[in-house]
């Protein structure tokens, strides 16, 4: 069983930065590969972006590209999410995930068997 706790949300205006953090815990934590989810009101949950256990593999939403990055730390049970030039339109619960599953490309939520209970990015016009 993998536990994961997101930190890092809160309120930005157009144009700023956040940094999210999702620490894992419990056994073999740092050899899952690890997303970021997120769902805004009223809409369904879609991917963000999506990281090997060992760091050399990443993707992204087409949303995202250019503005997100993806990254573990070194301790490889952390991961983070860097968002740069956002939008009203980032506001959403951002979820974190992981999956014990032979590494795969796919953005896909049915990858992810671990999740986090969410943090809130508000991104304001």
């Known amino acids: 069983q993998v536990q994961l706790v997101e930190a890092g949300g809160g309120w930005r205006q157009a144009g700023g930065a956040l940094k999210l953090s999702c620490v894992a815990s419990?056994?073999?934590?740092?050899?899952?590969?690890r997303g970021w989810f997120r769902q805004a009101p009223g809409k369904e949950r879609e991917s963000v972006a999506v990281i090997s256990w060992s760091g050399g593999g990443t993707n992204y939403a087409d949303s995202v590209k250019g503005r997100f990055t993806i990254s573990r730390g070194n301790a490889k049970n952390t991961v983070f999410l860097q968002m740069n030039s956002l939008r009203p339109e980032d506001t959403a619960v951002y979820y974190c995930a992981a999956s014990g599953r032979p590494w795969v490309s796919s953005l896909s939520e049915s990858e992810y068997d671990y999740w986090g209970p969410g943090t809130q990015v508000t991104v304001s016009s």
């Open positions: 419990g056994r073999t934590s740092s050899r899952y590969n």
